[in-house]
């Protein structure tokens, strides 16, 4: 019951988190918007790990890593999907960014040399066509001055950056660094680079925003950083990375389930094909080849017993 309730924390959370970014944009600019989620975020995970009295103290060479996993999981990632949703809708932008399963396997071959089973070539495939059906009307009419294209292209690549932030993860694992205290550091230095960039760009500091905007930057703050990832890694250890990384599948339902009600999202034909590709291609990348195998076993197992003598 615990591992279900983290499990239903996770996905829901992650999932509404794209609609509440909706609210971050127009209004503040979104590396302002970015500075206030991480301060807050790096506020209250030094306050979890300096509580918990949990080790901080790395090497420098660690130290490098963290500044990295800063930039890639904490800083440009989350920019370039910010940017993305000023051109696509919040289901679209989740949808696309669940390849990121893919994306992790690939990664993990390149960097690893862990083996990719054959499998994930067919959930990639799938993936790939789900997006292109997705977004076929405008691959149709391809313009790079196409406003959904250019959302695609960001979100595909706040997404493949954010694959290299989770290679960073894997390698601070590695090295017996406890998550808690890499995503403090991370999420500290990602605060202190934006600051950097507020300070020295032309974008203007500002505390003038709709009600809206206060509300779900405490929610992605609070809840889409800091509690999320909690109840994520805590499922990591309850259950497994494989059973957990199913959330991946099924934050995307959520979230264009929210962008139906709130954002008028209309389904198409190309619609109901592309999402129904992405997650049938990321559920097959999740499944071992023996569970498949052990279903179909079982299916015909029935079907036989089932069938008169």
């Not at 790939?128 to 695609?152: E, H, K, M, R, Y």
């Not at 505390?207 to 809840?223: D, K, Q, R």
């Amino acid at each position: 019951m615990k591992s279900a309730a983290l499990y239903l924390a996770t996905v829901l959370i992650w999932g509404s988190t794209w609609l509440a970014i909706e609210f971050q944009l127009g209004d503040v600019a979104v590396e302002i918007s970015l500075f206030y989620r991480f301060a807050i975020a790096a506020i209250l995970m030094w306050a979890f790990v300096l509580f918990k009295n949990l080790p901080m103290r790395y090497s420098w060479r660690d130290h490098g890593f963290f500044t990295l996993l800063a930039l890639f999981n904490f800083g440009l990632n989350y920019l370039t999907l910010y940017w993305a949703q000023n051109y696509l809708s919040s289901a679209m932008a989740s949808i696309a960014f669940s390849m990121l399963l893919v994306m992790n396997i690939i990664n993990t071959r390149l960097f690893f040399s862990k083996p990719i089973a054959k499998r994930i070539y067919v959930g990639a495939l799938l993936g790939v066509l789900g997006i292109a059906s997705l977004f076929w009307p405008q691959i149709q009419q391809f313009d790079l001055s196409n406003g959904t294209l250019v959302g695609l292209l960001l979100a595909l690549s706040g997404t493949f950056v954010a694959s290299l932030g989770n290679m960073i993860s894997v390698r601070n694992s590695q090295r017996d660094i406890g998550v808690m205290q890499g995503n403090a550091w991370g999420m500290l230095y990602s605060a202190i680079g934006l600051a950097v960039y507020v300070l020295i760009s032309d974008v203007q500091l500002t505390f003038t925003a709709p009600a809206s905007y206060w509300v779900s930057l405490l929610y992605l703050a609070i809840f889409g950083t800091v509690i999320a990832f909690a109840c994520y890694f805590a499922l990591l250890k309850n259950i497994g990375p494989e059973r957990a990384s199913y959330v991946i599948v099924l934050f995307p339902l959520v979230a264009v389930v929210l962008s139906t009600l709130f954002e008028g999202f209309e389904w198409q034909t190309n619609t109901f094909i592309g999402f129904s590709l992405v997650l049938f291609g990321n559920a097959i990348v999740l499944t071992p080849t023996q569970r498949i195998k052990a279903f179909f076993a079982t299916r015909n197992s029935l079907q036989n017993r089932s069938v008169p003598s």
